[in-house]
């Protein structure tokens, strides 16, 4: 069931569907961006659905997907570590920025409740800054 959830999280994520977003996310779900808030226009705490949907579309709208693609996995009860090799363009400028990041997922029956971001922040507030 882990990875059904993650594969719908993903393709959400690369279609930038909200709908797909909000059907695999609980109502009260939170999402945390650790970065410098202030450069990056996402970084920080995001808590409940709507504000969740509002993270991914600023996202959206200042970079683009370009590859995601898994390096760790460490699973345990109710949750996920995904290490990953991100490949991601910035929609302003067209730098593109290759770098890891580690996400941890925690579920709730087939959504995700809890979704952290640990990312090379310094990669992706330099490329932002030139914005």
């Given at each position: 069931m882990t990875q059904a959830i993650l594969d719908r999280w993903y393709a959400a994520l690369r279609a930038g569907d909200a709908a797909a977003l909000a059907a695999v996310t609980t109502d009260d779900?939170?999402?945390?961006?650790?970065?410098?808030?202030g450069i990056v226009p996402w970084a920080g705490v995001?808590?409940?659905?709507?504000?969740v949907l509002t993270f991914f579309k600023r996202v959206a709208e200042h970079l683009e997907i370009l590859g995601i693609d898994t390096v760790h996995r460490i699973e345990g009860e109710g949750?996920?570590?995904?290490?990953?090799?991100?490949?991601?363009?910035?929609?302003?400028?067209?730098e593109e920025l290759k770098v890891r990041a580690a996400n941890l997922f925690r579920f709730e029956?087939?959504?995700?409740?809890?979704?952290?971001v640990y990312p090379d922040s310094w990669s992706f507030a330099t490329a932002m800054a030139k914005v």
């Open positions: 779900v939170v999402v945390r961006w650790n970065g410098p808030a995001w808590e409940g659905r709507p504000k949750g996920v570590v995904i290490v990953l090799e991100g490949h991601w363009r910035v929609r302003a400028t067209g029956g087939d959504r995700v409740a809890a979704y952290e």
